[in-house]
């Protein structure tokens, strides 16, 4: 297979396993370009993206950014908070404004779920969610998954827990899609009360015990619990989350084996996870954000592909 079975990156729901294989070989090869002394490729040359940021983020912004130039994109960069959305234009007015300007792609993090996809209902352009509300981060899972795959060598029989706050976790559901799609067992860890009631239905399994998850798994991806998405206290007090909750050295010790502890960022040191453990040997979470480059590198390169932007002369 040589080309995407989308025209949009709206979701990892939306995607086959050949599509995430794709995706992962094309990112074997961009990870090449961006280790090399001259890290830039004219693969997008007269393309132009605008990444559309409603909400905060540091990484996946600058990531897409990054990959943008190393592909060598034009691109433009908007902030909700100083634009004339403040002033009542609805999104598709924004947007439209925007592509009349001869731009191609859009990435958008929007903080509603289901807005990449109104979106690329409404307006005529190569859509690729930033991440939507609570619902999908694709680009997260694919990097996550592609990380596991880089030190595991492949995704099938391997046992992936996902802890923490999965009822607002936008990430946890994308890597719910993923790993399954590519073979891995997923088991989601957490307070009952962070736990989605229809999470069974997915095919995953629950828990709440971190030692048990933990024995169990051979991936734990540790997640940040989301109070910016929270109107009522879902747990006593952080202190007592951090005690069930968080990960650190002594539970990695009792382990008779070696697991791989990740997470999205950004990180709450001292919460889900401890400093000795974020900076670990058994921790690739810088990892997860270099492959994040290569990864939307090649999916940028896909959807240009296959909606012939790049096939200009
Ligand atoms: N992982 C992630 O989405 O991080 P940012 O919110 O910083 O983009």
Redesign the pocket.
């Known amino acids: 297979m040589s080309e995407l079975s989308v025209n949009h990156l709206l979701g990892i729901k939306d995607l086959s396993r050949s599509d995430i294989e794709l995706i992962f070989n094309t990112a074997d090869q961009f990870k090449d370009v961006i280790n090399r002394p001259i890290k830039k490729v004219p693969s997008l040359r007269d393309i132009t993206i605008v990444n559309l940021f409603f ?7 600058l ?1 897409f950014e990054l990959a943008e130039k190393r592909l060598s994109a034009d691109t433009l960069n908007f902030s909700a908070s100083s634009s004339s959305v403040k002033k009542g234009e609805t999104l598709i007015d924004t947007v439209n404004n925007i592509l009349s300007m001869k731009v191609d792609m859009v990435v958008m ?1 929007h903080p509603n779920p289901g807005a990449a996809e109104f979106l690329s209902r409404n307006v005529d352009s190569t859509i690729i969610n ?2 939507d509300g609570a619902h999908e ?1 694709p680009t ?1 899972a694919l990097l996550d998954a592609y990380s596991i795959r880089e030190k595991h060598k492949n995704l099938e029989g391997k046992k992936v827990v996902i802890v923490g706050d999965i009822l607002h976790s936008r ?1 946890a559901l994308s890597n719910i899609f993923c790993l399954q799609k590519l073979g891995a067992e997923v088991q989601v860890c957490g307070p009952t009360t962070l736990i989605p009631k229809y999470i069974k239905g997915l095919g995953v399994a629950v828990s709440h015990s971190l030692e048990e998850s933990l024995a169990w798994c051979d991936v734990a991806n540790m997640l940040r619990v989301q109070h910016e998405r929270q109107e009522l206290q879902y747990f006593p007090s952080i202190r007592e989350y951090s005690q069930q909750y968080g990960i650190t050295m002594n539970h990695l010790e009792r382990l008779d084996k070696e697991i791989t502890i990740m997470h ?3 990180i709450n040191r001292g919460v889900e996870i401890s400093s000795e453990v974020a900076d670990s040997d058994y921790s690739i979470i810088l990892n997860q954000v270099e492959n994040g480059v290569a990864i939307r590198m090649a999916v940028l390169y896909l959807l240009a592909s296959k909606n012939k932007m790049n096939f200009k002369d």
């Open positions: 909400e905060n983020s540091t990484r996946t912004r990531s993090r930033a991440g981060h997260q990430v999205p960022g950004p």
